[in-house]
């Protein structure tokens, strides 16, 4: 039977994630693989989840069980709202913050609509863009005077995938484009609570919170196995959005919900950021340690000051992609930049995760990884 | 701030779900409502859940708070493949049948396309196929030839809002149609397990296979609150509705999902049916017997053989839309039946759920309802 002509005509534009086709091939557990964007296991408050869950059946009885409202759980969202000091009626809760990205594609793009985005840009959104048929230009372009951009896309905090933070200046920047142009900006912000060192800078939505949607995740400060994220934005936007919803799932996982406010409210989450944050900034430490040591002489990297991910360049005759195979084979992996550009332009870069990776198989990754890169120049 | 020019062309299609709109603005458990089409709170095995949770933790460590598979993960497909005798690539788990719907509009539907549905249609699906901007006509009727449509949908077993079950001669009628126009069956099956009398009829998909994804639900044999899905069907369709929902939401909740494998797995879940058709078979007699009580002459009711949900039909000169207020200020609230018609015609029907509702709030409930019609007719 030839199933094709049964399908859309948005069909041909989905993309398979790379990162995820990695995964379908490859026990990357067998290996040292800086690829994937897992945060640690040993983060996630696990001891305390059969306690939470027997904590909100007791306080909630069967209700943590049945269908929620499609805005979430109003004891989640007023945490939420508390957390970010907006209004209650500004929140809606997600099924995953990937969900929130989607949801926006959903609400506001149409075939041919532009989107201006980071360059090199998140994978997942990139992902759902292309889905919806649009293009994505980089934001700091002179295409932009030209083009009628529909929203700008951004993580401004510890990006993904190049591990940079936004100045106040950049961010400034942004806001004036989006207000010269009367566009909506949509601020991915995943990793905003994960600083290691700096300086926090202002959110985006804190400088034009009549044009922005924020979207945040309980995948790097609570678990990713709940699926739930949060989009803080005005309320002429969340009302389309929960209508939209409607559609999508009805409403996001209500036990998990709980458990998050459960989680949230009493306190827990801040203290096991504290522990998540020290955690992470060891091993940003120790990986930035281990490049300056082993890598060659015309290598350099992002230092993230928060966040999952650091971004390599290389001598500008590598090829990350044509190296990937040998890669492997010698037991060590990573994303191709190349993947997290439109064009597929940048092919000397790569993302490494430091998040994940077992910490014994730090170093000697970073040595295979640096080996193979001296033999390539 | 004029939001308006900022939405896609999709954005007027999208519908509220009256249903969920009464939920907004009425508390329901003040009064006797028939109207949502939640399950009863006892038929959740509330107690089992903090020892499931203890139990897959131990299990499989911190696995369940990681990310998973964009399929679901192995345990459960592996489940759900035996309980329906498939092959294990033949199941994707979805976040919700809800998703499960809202991924087949999204995959096979363009603006302008027509789906061919049951009618009444539930309510949810409507809302999806309209949100995608397709027209939804009645599967059977004279319109079917002279239009191409996309797929059909139907809910064969114990129908919402009908609460109808196809006979064996009607699905293969079903089949014969898509097989002679060449297109696919969305055959939703979320109250499939919940038979209280008759005999099993067989599912569409077992008698046509090659062209059909039947949606399955946890929602109403384990709890709605966990939002888990499943669809089956052939490789070639799951192959793009598994890049699809790498869009949507990257993997469904693998906590959740766990908690479902290990219900299911250790037999609990079999056993938690029986008391659950055994709860939903009596409350169903009650209804019925209700009906057959109070309702004045004139007036008459599908008898469903499982299910949620039972119609009924009032003479022709009654408006249930306008009767509406009135019902609710004395304390009895349903869903208009027009609602689930596509031309909002049928203004002397109603949907009547006996799942959710206090079993003390039935009898006068019914008696209520029944003084009403008896007075507007």
Redesign the interface.
Known sequence: ?D?GK??????PS????PV?EI?RVVDLSQICSFAGG??A?VT?P?DQ??SL??KV?AKY??????????QGIPELRELIAKRYSVPVSQVQIT??S??GI?VCS?????PG?IVLADNPVYL?AL??FK?YRAEVLPVISSVVEKSRP??IYVIPDFNNPSGKTMTLEEREEIVRIARELD??IVEDSPYRELRYSGEPVKSIRELAP??TLQLGSF?KIF?????LGWIIG?E??LE?IY??K???????????QYLAAEFVGSGALDANLVKTIAEYRRRRDLMVGLLEKYMPQGVSWTYPEGGLFLWLTLPENIDTVAMYDEALSKGVAYVAGCFFYTDRSHRNTMRLNFSYIDEAKMEPGIKLLADIIRNAV
């Not at 989905?14 to 994630?17: A, H, V």
């Not at 959903?106 to 149409?110: C, E, I, K, N, W």
């Not at 409607?246 to 998990?256: A, E, N, W």
């Open positions: 039977m199933y049964y399908f859309s005509a948005d069909v989905f993309l398979k994630s995820r995964f897992y945060p296991a996630f696990t989840i059969p869950a027997e059946l009885g069967t209700k943590p069980l049945q269908y929620g409202a499609t099924t995953s990937q969900q989607d959903r609400v506001f793009l149409d609509d997942g992902q759902s889905a529909k929203f566009i909506l009549e044009r995948s678990a990713p196995g709940f699926r005005p002429p936007l389309q209508v939209c409607q559609c999508l799932d009805l409403c996001p996982p209500v036990f998990d």
